[in-house]
């Protein structure tokens, strides 16, 4: 009877292109997600980097080096893969770098450093980036994107009163009799509505929160 056990694994290199040199020089043939770790309980440590390949139930999840793993062997200790995280809970704190899920068409990253979370889906040649800060602002297309959107119901507020105000005007011009010699008072009667309509004000039309460009 085969006996399986789990052992403790340390990620060492986690990058996919360091990791698909480490391969070439050991003559192996690279995976997707694949990393090499140590298993020190093994004496497996320092240049002993064993090829790890990608378990976890979790698609696209991006190990950080350090990050404890727990790695079983599938033949005869010859082949390894990584299913799942140890050591990751409770005071144990987690990578300062966050968590990275990503393939070829979509990539999100959670930075606890920065305080962020960045959503990039690439759409054949365009890239749509979305980045939340911890700030509580929205970047569309980029974290350093600056220019403020406009919010939607703030100015059409403000454009209904210039649209109210400029009917009023139009109103008041057509149904205007000129009056000779009155210095303009029939004028001034006609627009009385109109001088009392409230000016738009634009002051506050543009989100703080919601940036992009």
């Known amino acids: 009877m085969v006996e399986y056990c789990k052992y403790l694994g340390i990620a060492k290199i ?3 292109t ?8 050991m003559g192996l043939t690279a995976h997707e997600g694949a990393i090499f770790i140590t298993i020190p309980e093994m004496g497996l440590e320092g240049d002993n980097l064993v090829y790890c390949r990608y378990g976890l139930s979790i698609p696209y999840l991006r190990v950080k ?3 404890k793993l727990w790695v079983e062997p599938t033949i005869k200790k010859q082949r ?4 799942s995280f140890a050591d990751c809970a409770g005071r144990v704190e987690p990578s300062s770098e966050g968590l990275v899920f990503e ?48 919010l939607g119901d703030t100015a059409k507020t403000e454009l209904d009163k210039d649209e109210d105000a400029m009917t009023e005007l139009q109103t008041a011009l057509s149904t205007w009799v000129p009056v ?33 460009a």
């Open 65 to 67: 080096v350090g990050d």
């Open 80 to 83: 390894w893969i990584f299913t």
């Open 18 to 25: 360091l990791v698909d040199a480490q391969a070439s020089a």
């Open 180 to 212: 000779s010699t009155d210095g303009g008072a029939a004028l001034k009667t006609a627009l009385a509505t109109f001088l009392t309509k409230p000016m738009a004000d634009y002051s506050n039309i543009l989100s703080d929160i919601i940036k992009g």
């Open 14 to 16: 986690v990058d996919p």
């Open 103 to 150: 393939d070829d068409e979509y990539e999100i990253t959670i930075d606890k450093t920065s305080k962020t979370m960045t959503i990039e889906i690439i759409d054949n040649a365009s890239i749509i980036n979305l980045v939340v800060g911890g700030s509580g602002e929205i970047r569309l297309s980029s974290a350093s994107a600056s220019e403020k959107y406009v």
